[in-house]
C-alpha cells in the first residue's frame, strides 16, 4: 500500500512539473533544437542588452554612412530585425567593432553576433558558430573599364588576368576554383588595400561578392565595373557568427527563420540588395 501510495505521489509530482514547463514555454520564443529563449531575457554579453558586432569601416549597401547604429543598410536592418524577435528595441542594441579576420578566430567573444558578409564554411564553424543564413551572395568580378578583363564574357576569358582578393575572404577558394586562373591571385590585407591595388593598377581586376562589386563601381572606383557574376543558383549564404557553443545561436536562428517565414527578410533584402540581380552571368 505504501509503494502504491509513492508511486501515485510521483506521478502527481511529474503532472504537476509537466503543466508548469507548459505554461513556461508559452511565454518564450522557441528555438532550433527545443531552446527556449524568452524575449529580452537571454543570456547575452551585457545582462539587459544585445551587443552586435561588425567591421569598420562599415560599408554600403550592408551599412550606410559607416554608422550601424542607424538600421540603414541591408546587414544594419537585418541586425536589428533580429533584435526585435527576441525583444531587444533599438535602445537595448549596442555595436562593437570586430575585424572581418578576426571573428571567426577561435576564442570567446565579446559580442552576441557579428553580421559581416561572413559565409559559412566548414573550417569556420569549427571555431564559432553560424546561425541560420540570412543571404545567399554570388562572387562577381570587378575591372577597370578600359581593361582587357573588363571586356570578359566567359570565366575562362579571366584565366590569364591578374587577380586580386581580400585575405581570409571565401572569394580566394572561389577564385581559383571556379576561375582556375594562370597564376595565383594576389592576397591584400583589407578590402581598400584590393582597392587601391585596383585604381593603382598592380592588378587587373578583382573578385568580391555581388553586392560589394556594385558599391566599389558606384562610389570608390567608378572607373571601373562589374564584369559579371558567378556562381549563380549556388551562392555563399551569409550567417550572423557566434561565439562557439553560444547559448544564443539557436535563438539568433529561430529569429531568422521567423523574419523569413513572415516575408519581413525578403522586404528588407529588396530594399537594400535589388541591383545584385542585374550583373551578366558568367560561365
Not at 542588452?49 to 549597401?61: E, Q
Not at 540603414?72 to 572581418?100: D, H, N, R
Not at 523569413?260 to 541591383?275: A, P
Request: proline letters at 6%; one cysteine or more.
Amino acid at each position: 500500500m505504501k509503494r502504491l501510495s509513492l508511486t501515485l505521489l510521483l506521478l502527481a509530482a511529474l503532472y504537476v512539473l509537466g503543466c508548469g514547463s507548459s505554461d513556461d514555454s508559452s511565454s518564450s520564443t522557441s528555438a532550433s533544437g527545443g531552446a527556449s529563449c524568452k524575449q529580452g531575457q537571454l543570456a547575452t554579453e551585457k545582462q539587459g542588452v544585445l551587443t552586435i558586432a561588425t567591421d569598420k569601416p562599415a560599408y554600403p549597401p550592408y551599412f550606410e554612412d559607416d554608422d550601424p547604429t542607424n538600421g540603414e543598410g541591408f546587414e544594419s536592418a537585418v541586425a536589428y530585425a533580429i533584435a526585435k524577435q527576441l525583444g531587444y528595441p533599438p535602445a537595448k542594441v549596442e555595436w562593437t567593432v570586430e575585424g572581418f579576420n578576426a571573428s571567426f578566430a577561435p576564442g570567446p567573444k565579446d559580442f552576441d553576433f557579428d553580421v559581416n558578409q561572413i559565409t559559412i564554411t566548414p573550417p569556420r564553424e569549427k571555431a564559432v558558430d553560424f546561425s541560420a543564413p540570412y543571404y545567399k551572395a554570388n562572387q562577381a568580378v570587378v575591372a577597370l573599364k578600359d581593361s582587357d578583363a573588363a571586356q570578359a564574357k566567359s570565366l575562362a576569358d579571366l584565366q590569364d588576368a591578374k587577380l586580386g582578393v581580400q585575405i581570409g575572404t571565401s572569394s580566394l577558394d572561389e577564385a581559383e576554383t571556379e576561375i582556375d586562373p594562370s597564376s595565383r591571385p594576389e592576397v591584400f590585407n583589407t578590402s581598400n588595400d584590393v582597392v587601391q591595388a585596383l585604381k593603382n593598377g598592380q592588378i587587373e581586376a578583382i573578385v568580391v561578392d555581388l553586392p560589394t562589386a556594385l558599391y566599389l563601381t558606384a562610389v570608390q572606383v567608378p572607373e571601373a565595373t562589374v564584369v559579371g557574376q558567378f556562381g549563380a543558383g549556388s551562392g555563399e549564404a551569409w550567417g550572423a557568427l557566434l561565439e562557439k557553443d553560444s547559448q544564443l545561436t539557436g535563438c539568433v536562428s529561430a529569429a531568422i527563420e521567423e523574419l523569413e517565414n513572415s516575408g519581413e527578410l525578403e522586404k528588407i533584402t529588396q530594399r537594400w540588395m535589388s541591383q545584385a540581380a542585374g550583373a551578366p552571368e558568367l560561365h
